[in-house]
């Protein structure tokens, strides 16, 4: 409601952008230059435009969301080559990596240029600092850079107990998107960019993303809210308890499995189909992998304790 009182310039230049700009340098220890973008798909666009050209290779995981979920984005705006990788548990390593560092300065072959990583990934894992320091040094070593997603990185903070900065940026990111809309904002996205190379052309990489907003008070006064007394942090630390309270009480019920560890606010389960399509009677879910059956519950910042319980009393009542 601030921000709406009176009139100010556009495309950012109003003291709401400077300040939340100020709010988000103050969560890194190395310089960096925010860009406030509007939805997720955009950030990942615009970055991965920023550090390829058109006939490098992204790398990712084979869940990755640039890869299954945004609708070939990535792909049309870069122009690139995905090379997805298959993961038991959606995170990169350097040894899955590695057979594909090959094929340096062929003029036949595309080029690897960049690693893209999920924080959290979309299986709901999260990577460690050390997990996220070894890809980033194996990435440059490569001269290949990396962009981290961080749509989630809010929860895989709070789950670690560390700062966004000790598994992003302090690690060695090039680019970062920092999400907010996944954790309570009502529609914002932060392009952090590290890398001092990628600094002077990454307004051009946001306005040609299409993602520079014209009335940018309206993002930007959302993450200086977001980024005071911890706001980012509760909300996600209250997701993550409400998955492993949800978590706590399947993992009791004998024929309930789950496919993927609950390390953050995202759950990967199977039942009984019949179970599982009287459950979508009354619930909405995905079925992450239809031919096992396999369903995704994602807790937020707003679910309650007793949205929780009556969950839990369905299940049990099937």
Request: aromatic share 10%.
């Amino acid at each position: 409601m601030a921000a709406n009182t009176n009139h100010a310039f556009g495309y950012g230049d109003d003291p709401w952008t400077e300040e939340a700009t100020r709010k988000v340098k103050e969560q890194f220890t190395h310089p960096c230059e925010p860009l406030f973008v509007f939805n997720g798909t955009g950030s990942n666009t615009m970055a991965l435009q920023l550090m390829t050209r058109p006939y490098h290779v992204i790398f990712c995981a084979d869940t990755a969301h640039i890869a299954v979920d945004e609708c070939g984005a990535p792909s049309k705006a870069t122009g690139c080559f995905m090379r997805t990788i298959s993961t038991p548990d959606g995170k990169l390593t350097p040894e899955l990596l590695k057979p594909y560092m090959i094929n340096f300065g062929v003029e036949h072959h595309s080029q690897p240029g960049a690693v893209y990583i999920s924080q959290c990934t979309e299986l709901g894992t999260v990577y460690t600092p050390a997990e996220v320091r070894a890809l980033t040094t194996f990435a440059h070593e490569h001269g290949l850079l990396l962009h981290m997603d961080g749509a989630r990185i809010s929860n895989a903070a709070a789950a670690l107990g560390v700062s966004l900065d000790e598994i992003s940026g302090a690690c060695g990111v090039d680019t970062l998107t920092l999400g907010g809309t996944k954790n309570g904002l009502m529609g914002a996205e932060c392009v952090v960019v590290f890398n001092p190379d990628l600094m002077k052309e990454a307004r051009y990489a946001r306005k040609q993303a299409c993602q520079l907003a014209s009335k940018m008070r309206y993002i930007s006064c959302q993450f200086t809210a977001f980024l005071t007394d911890n706001l980012w942090l509760r909300c996600a630390r209250h997701a993550n308890e409400m998955a492993a309270k949800l978590s706590d009480a399947l993992q009791a019920m004998p024929d309930v499995t789950f496919t993927q560890p609950v390390e953050s606010n995202q759950l990967f389960f199977i039942m009984p189909r019949e179970k599982e399509d009287k459950l979508q009677e009354f619930y909405h879910f995905y079925f992450w992998n239809d031919a096992m059956n396999e369903m995704r519950l994602v807790t937020s910042w707003d679910t309650t304790d007793e949205d929780i319980d009556s969950l839990i009393e369905r299940i049990k009542s099937l």
